[in-house]
């Protein structure tokens, strides 16, 4: 069993900076690959970027070179850093992993990107 919570979301200009932070519960968390996903308005849930156990890092096209996923696995603490926000990336932020054949949602925080 595996609980994601999610912080750090809010109103941004654009260019501006924001960061994400999803803390899990259990022990297993340094064995995770840990992603963030998010959701527009009428759009369906999209990554954005993954961590390996390793620290292998995955983005997508939209994000590359402005967003940075990093982990903290004595805090068991999975961060987004997105900089250059635009409002094209406005939308419900989601941390996901996956134990087994569980897989294992935040409640999502919200990101809003304009002037």
């Known amino acids: 069993q595996v609980q994601l919570v999610e912080s750090g979301g809010g109103l941004a200009q654009p260019g501006g900076s924001l960061r994400l932070s999803c803390t899990a519960s259990g022990s297993a968390f340094r064995t995770l690959v840990m992603a963030w996903y998010r959701q527009a308005p009428g759009k369906q849930r999209e990554l954005v970027a993954a961590?390996?156990?390793?620290?292998?890092?995955n983005y997508s096209n939209s994000v590359k070179g402005r967003f940075t996923i990093s982990r903290d696995n004595d805090k068991n603490t999975v961060n987004l850093q997105m900089n250059n926000l635009q409002p094209e990336d406005t939308a419900v932020y989601y941390c996901?992993?996956?134990?087994?054949?569980?897989?294992?949602w935040g409640q999502g925080t919200q990101v809003t990107v304009s002037a």
């Open positions: 961590v390996t156990s390793d620290g292998y890092t």
């Open positions: 996901n992993t996956a134990l087994g054949r569980t897989i294992y």
